[in-house]
């Protein structure tokens, strides 16, 4: 799996229990049922006293790189009181995971003091958990972000044990209003200075972006990460399109997320419908994921990645041509694709017919298509003239029948219409 | 409020079904023979007869390869416990190149203390093997090797996925050359010290 602007566009989906639910067991089904519909990364976000063990099950069990944040863990051993957090204490939650074979650390260096009280008249403030712990530090102590002092002392354990770096945007915008702000982009601009410094230890990076962004702001983030960050492959959380939707915000951010990843984000990082609301469960694991699936083949097709449009082809010759099984078998997601077609039409019959229940066999576009087709050729004539003799038959034929607007298709099909 | 932890047993819930008129395929490396890149590949029906020229035709439809994150899972000829876990298919790649070392120990304060927690047996992973770690002094990421000109079995293995025919291995080799060593190499690259898991590759 490789994660970058020349290839395809990769989705991650967020998994963890908490510390009031969900359990070990159900986490490693939630991770191995959110790969299955095409998380190409997951990240373990656990929270609790069983950090440990939970991850040890879920990377012996992955089959795609699993990413972390280790200041959530290095919190949890100071009793979640952020001003107690050390440079010593990071740097062993930091071994640890590591030599747990955690793939990649999201590391929230570009928190500067002096970003923070940029902070101060936002409508959200602060909402990356991560930024918001780094920056009660930095007020606490008056001091530097140690996670930006150490960085190269990061850097030295990164490269000993193979771990990549995901930039952690902690000041990322929380709403709509605060969007593409100078805390937001001055982060960014830091992050930029940190990958120089990790690519001179051979260091792979990726930049951790918005948020919440309108439309119309999108590109800017795009544009100023490549400048910026030197086109480190950009990795945003969604973005949200707007705020109003909570119990939809798979939605408001997937359109975000199939735009920014067309301008060339390599990652989008998945919102599942629960965002803002609750620990999302294994369907709304499913859902986060075919969501960002859909938005990250949305951004291929656009991006014209060779190959990609194979498999949009097949499908519609599958529908074209009313091969119904295959449709099924194409779709990112069989199941659903299935039951939906069969809660309407649920025999056998059906599923060779020449048409679905949305319109009904007379009335369905693509098999009138295909009807004028077949006639031109056995007549020997071209498709307009097959259309315009055609309308005079089939009119013929409606009154015929009784000039009924709505026929029972299970009927027709006995008919072999 | 509080919950009761549970790990995983073999009668856990672990998603194990095939997709449907779907199977694994794995296609061989051809720099490294020790890769083979699995992708999902669906089986088609054919086209219904068509009249067309005077005469009836019947076209085939071929298989699709497609992209394919789901790992041992959904090959149902694989044996899986997630008391084991998948099988580490890049450890060999890791020891093959030299600069690993396995160490005796587990280094952090942390891991120790959470080892040495009886408390803890019942939840924990069995099969934990000693962690790997750089040799002294050498730099492990994909990076190091890319900016050497080092091709690694990762590098081939992800290199798949821009490839339209993937089933011409000089086709593979040339688009490897050219794209891997030509690129800008500002990615991140799959890596896993401890040689597990790869995610499968394919369009």
């Known amino acids: 799996m490789i994660i970058g602007r020349n290839f395809l566009v990769k989705i991650n989906a967020n998994i963890g229990n908490s510390a009031v639910t969900s359990t070990i067991e159900e986490e490693v089904e939630k991770m191995v049922w959110a790969t299955r519909w095409g998380a190409d990364t997951v990240m373990d976000l656990s929270t609790g006293k069983n950090i440990h063990e939970t991850r040890e099950w879920i990377i012996r069990n992955s089959p795609v790189p699993i990413g972390t944040v280790p200041i959530y863990q290095a919190l949890e051993k100071v009793n979640g009181k952020a001003e107690e957090l050390t440079w010593e204490l990071f740097r062993d939650t930091l071994i640890e995971q590591a030599e ?12 500067l003091l002096r970003y923070v009280p940029m902070t101060a008249n936002r409508v959200t403030g602060i909402v990356s958990r991560g930024g918001s712990i780094m920056a009660k530090w930095c007020l606490a102590h008056h001091k530097e972000n140690f996670l930006y002092t150490h960085f190269e002392d990061i850097c030295a354990i990164m490269k000993k044990y193979d771990v990549a770096f995901s930039l952690g945007d902690g000041l990322r915008p929380g709403s709509i209003a605060d969007a593409n702000d100078a805390a937001q982009f001055g982060e960014l601009e830091t992050l930029g200075e940190l990958t120089k410094i990790a690519w001179e230890h051979d260091i792979q990076v990726m930049i951790e972006g918005p948020g919440h962004v309108p439309m119309q702001m999108i590109k800017e983030n795009m544009d100023k990460e490549i400048l910026d960050c030197f086109e480190a492959p950009f990795y945003t959380l969604g973005p949200l399109t707007t705020d109003i939707a909570p119990g939809y915000d798979h939605i408001t951010s997937g359109i975000g997320a199939a735009q920014i990843g067309w301008y060339g984000c390599a990652m989008l990082c998945y919102v599942t419908p629960k ?3 609750g620990l999302p469960n294994r369907d709304d694991v499913k859902r986060g994921v075919i969501t960002y699936k859909i938005a990250a083949h949305a951004a291929d097709l656009a991006k ?3 190959g990609a449009q194979n498999r949009d082809n097949a499908m519609s010759k599958a529908r074209f041509e009313f091969r119904w099984e295959d449709q099924f078998n194409l779709a990112l997601d069989p199941d659903t694709a299935r039951s939906y077609h069969d809660e309407t039409l649920p025999s056998d019959n059906a599923k060779v017919a020449h048409f679905c229940s949305m319109c009904g066999p007379h009335f369905c576009s693509m098999k009138i298509s295909q009807d004028v087709r077949d006639y031109a050729k056995a007549k020997g004539i071209t498709e307009n003239d097959a259309l315009k003799r055609g ?3 089939k009119s013929k034929e409606f009154l015929e029948k009784g000039a009924d607007v709505y026929l029972d298709p299970e009927k027709l099909v006995s008919e072999g219409s | 409020m509080s919950k009761k932890e549970s790990i995983p047993s073999l009668s856990s819930k672990i998603t194990r079904d095939a997709f449907p008129a779907s199977k694994k395929i794995y296609v061989n490396g051809s720099i490294h023979n020790n890769i083979k890149v699995a992708m999902r590949e669906i089986s088609l029906s054919d086209s219904k007869p068509m009249f067309s020229n005077g005469e009836f035709s019947k076209e085939k439809n071929h298989p699709l390869p497609v992209y394919d994150t789901s790992g041992p899972y959904t090959d149902t000829e694989i044996d899986l ?9 890049r450890e060999q790649w890791i ?3 030299g600069d690993v070392q396995r160490l005796s120990d587990i280094s952090s304060d942390f891991g120790k203390e959470r080892l040495l927690n009886s408390d803890l047996d019942h ?3 069995e099969h934990i093997k000693k962690p790997l770690c750089a040799k002294e002094g050498a730099n492990v990421s994909q990076m190091h090797y890319a900016k050497k000109g080092i091709i690694t079995p990762e590098m081939e293995y992800v290199q798949s996925e821009r490839i339209k025919n993937y089933r011409n291995t000089n086709h593979l080799l040339n688009r490897i050359l ?6 800008k190499f500002q990615m991140k690259l799959r890596r896993n010290l401890f040689g597990m898991k790869l995610p499968e590759e394919g369009q």
């Open chain 1, 100 to 111: 747990q074979g955690v793939d990649y650390f999201t590391i929230h260096a570009g928190v």
């Open chain 1, 275 to 277: 965002e803002h609301l």
């Open chain 1, 304 to 306: 014209g990645f060779p």
């Open chain 1, 391 to 393: 309308f005079e038959e």
């Open chain 2, 81 to 89: 416990d997630v008391k084991e876990g998948v099988p580490r298919i």
């Open chain 2, 95 to 97: 020891f093959d190149r």
């Open chain 2, 123 to 125: 939840l924990r992973f």
């Open chain 2, 178 to 183: 050219a794209s891997i060593l030509g690129l």
